[in-house]
């Protein structure tokens, strides 16, 4: 199939032979014509794909006739990460070059006066991270009664990193009448009760099966002691014709660690994790993607939908905690029809996550051994006390780095009047049930038989909620007594 049979105007058609897209992949084949007709989507696509051209394409055209009016954006694509939004809008910055549509980016970490000045200029097509849209809205800096298209994205990711109450008050501010189209990479069952809320009779379109392996990728397994994997991953590097690399580690120490130690051996590292200020997370991805830097260590926020124009090596110093996150991480190379290539480094005690992911991915990773670096073997039965109290609570610094607190909400204004906290802030775990450990950290204390045992405690809430139960009660003005009634009764001499 050929672009032409799309449907698309000769303005989108110019834009996509300006970017060197020659023809449609199979979900833009599929999506953009169901777009265009108005119907909802209900896409089950990992990045890579050419989703995002796949609801950008026909929105653009959508778009073009009709204005925006000040503050009242026409569309709405919800992003999970900031990364991922940035991504998107240049992505419709460069398909709608021959279109006069504007775009906005509403992204925690930056300004809120230009991202109001864009608002108030009028926006076609807003891109944002949920928490930041909230602040902007809750301050009455938006109205989202004019979005006559939602895009919901990567909505699994969404739900891991807790930000679905977010979406789904959103998704309550909007017009019931709007086309909505929600792409997602898996479907588990809460991914679907969502899709069954926000979506009227969709068509679906499922376009890579959830957690297919990239399939130009060639993977390969090193397993050595732990106090070897630093010289076998600088061994890996210098061996391998590394032009650019991300480094995936577990944890954002880890990363930071990591990433010194590369630089002290003379490469050309730096890291990046979600406990680095915004400004520094845009600047060093945009430096590894312009090829400024060629190593790029980085926690599990680099790991989905990241696109890395031709990313010839992904190494994971680590071996990830979830096996789906492995799926991840080796996606950001061999994208785009390129062949990629990933190193995966385990130590013994890695034994049961690399048989989960084996089992996920359906197949042995290869084996691999490097010259004058003793081979070590899997302990079958082994999961480190680390990894496991993890497994328990899905990672502390994992969820710290999912944590909406953590990035994309923790930067969020005070609330200038005094309403409570929003709902979400105050959900129990058994509510939500992915949500339970995202504002949590994990204390260990060793459990019975010296068997470490996690326990979560939470975090205080945003804007911590008055503490009804640990404040006495205040009756009438309470200690606040107004001046005049402390001083002293004048009393008028008797005549
Ligand atoms: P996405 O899945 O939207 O993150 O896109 C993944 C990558 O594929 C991006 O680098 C896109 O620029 C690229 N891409 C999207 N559509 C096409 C196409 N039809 N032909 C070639 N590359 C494409």
Do not use: W
């Amino acid at each position: 199939m050929n672009f032409n049979e799309l449907g698309l105007s000769p303005e989108l058609l110019q834009a996509i032979t300006d970017t060197g897209y020659t023809t449609p992949t199979p979900i833009q084949e599929q999506a953009i014509p169901v777009v265009t007709q108005g119907r909802d989507v209900l896409g089950c696509a990992q990045t890579g794909t050419g989703k995002t051209a796949s609801f950008a394409l026909p929105m653009i055209d959508k778009l073009a006739a009709g204005r925006a009016r000040a503050r009242m954006p026409r569309s709405l694509i919800l992003e999970p990460t900031r990364e991922l939004a940035t991504q998107v809008e240049a992505s419709f910055e460069r398909y709608g070059k021959h279109h006069r549509l504007s775009t906005a980016l509403l992204i925690g970490g930056e300004s809120f006066g230009d991202q109001e000045r864009k608002l108030d200029r009028g926006v076609d097509v807003l891109i944002a991270t949920p928490g930041r849209l909230l602040d902007l809205f809750e301050r009455g800096k938006i109205l989202l009664s004019d979005v006559r298209i939602l895009v919901i994205d990567e909505a699994d990711r969404m739900l891991d990193m807790g930000f679905i109450p977010d979406v789904e008050r959103i998704v309550g501010f909007l017009p019931r009448t709007r086309q909505t189209l929600f792409f997602s990479a898996t479907m588990p069952p809460e991914i679907r009760r969502l899709a069954d809320a926000f979506l009227k009779d969709p068509v679906g379109i499922s376009v890579a099966p959830p957690a297919s392996p990239a399939a130009l990728v060639e993977q390969s397994l090193i397993v050595v002691a732990p106090e070897d994997k630093r010289d076998t991953l600088r061994h890996l590097i210098a061996s391998e014709d590394v032009k650019n690399a991300l480094i995936f580690c577990n944890r954002k120490r880890d990363v930071d660690i990591l990433q010194r130690s590369l630089s002290r051996h003379g490469l050309d590292a730096a890291a990046l994790h979600g406990d680095m200020p915004q400004p520094k997370r845009t600047e060093t991805l945009e430096r590894f993607k312009n090829n400024e830097i060629r190593l790029l260590v980085a926690s599990d926020v680099a790991a989905r939908g990241l696109d890395i124009q031709g990313l010839s090596h992904v190494f994971c110093f680590d071996v990830p905690y979830h096996a789906e996150d492995y799926v991840h991480r080796i996606g950001r190379t061999g994208r785009a029809g390129r062949q990629g290539r990933s190193f995966m480094l385990a130590s013994p005690e890695d034994g049961k996550n690399v048989a989960a992911i084996e089992r996920l991915i359906g197949r042995a990773i290869p084996p691999f051994a490097i010259d004058g670096i003793a081979a070590a073997a899997l302990d079958a039965e082994a999961s480190d006390g680390r990894r496991s109290r993890r497994g328990e609570h899905r990672g502390a610094e994992r969820r710290h780095e999912r944590s909406p607190r953590n990035a994309e909400q923790r930067d969020r204004r005070p609330r200038r009047d005094n309403r409570p906290p929003r709902q979400e802030a105050r959900h129990e775990p058994s509510q939500q049930p992915h949500n339970e450990t995202h504002d949590a950290e994990v204390l260990t204390f060793p459990g019975p038989a010296g068997a470490p045992v996690a326990e979560p405690r939470r975090r205080p809430p945003r804007e911590p909620a008055p503490d009804h139960r640990s404040e006495p009660r205040v009756v009438g003005f309470g200690d606040d007594l107004p001046a005049f009634l402390r001083r002293a009764p004048r009393v008028a001499a008797e005549a």
